[in-house]
């Protein structure tokens, strides 16, 4: 059964920082495009920044550039997400995703993670 597993969430203050991590199983990770999505209360799940099954290209939200980055590991079968110099607009529970390029249908999604930034 294919697993998507996130973890490093919490709560931090404004300009703190945080490392999130997602854990594939039972798939061919390196064959996944990886994204990070999130959700705020009340607003729409955005996509906060996506990777390809190589690594060779990264897109981010304009609202993350410079200030979140995207990495993986297929060693490890592992995404991450560092978020440095967050702000309180970046609160929201943080969502990953597998995707196989060529098999739509092929969309694996973990449980979230929950990211809270106040003072």
């Known amino acids: 059964e294919v697993q998507i597993v996130e973890s490093g969430g919490g709560s931090v203050q404004p300009g703190g920082s945080l490392t999130l991590s997602c854990v594939g199983s039972?798939?061919?990770?390196?064959?996944?495009?990886m994204s990070w999505y999130r959700q705020a209360p009340g607003k729409e799940r955005e996509l906060v920044a996506d990777?390809?099954?190589?690594?060779?290209?990264?897109n981010y939200a304009t609202s993350v550039k410079g200030r979140f980055t995207i990495s993986r590991d297929n060693a490890k079968n592992t995404v991450y997400l560092q978020l440095n110099s967050l702000k309180s607009e970046d609160a929201a529970v943080y969502y990953c995703?597998?995707?196989?390029?060529?098999?739509?249908?092929?969309?694996?999604w973990g449980q979230g993670t929950q990211v809270t930034v106040s003072s």
């Open positions: 995703m597998a995707a196989h390029p060529f098999v739509r249908a092929a969309r694996y």
């Open positions: 039972d798939f061919t990770f390196s064959a996944y495009a």
């Open positions: 990777i390809t099954g190589d690594g060779s290209r990264i």
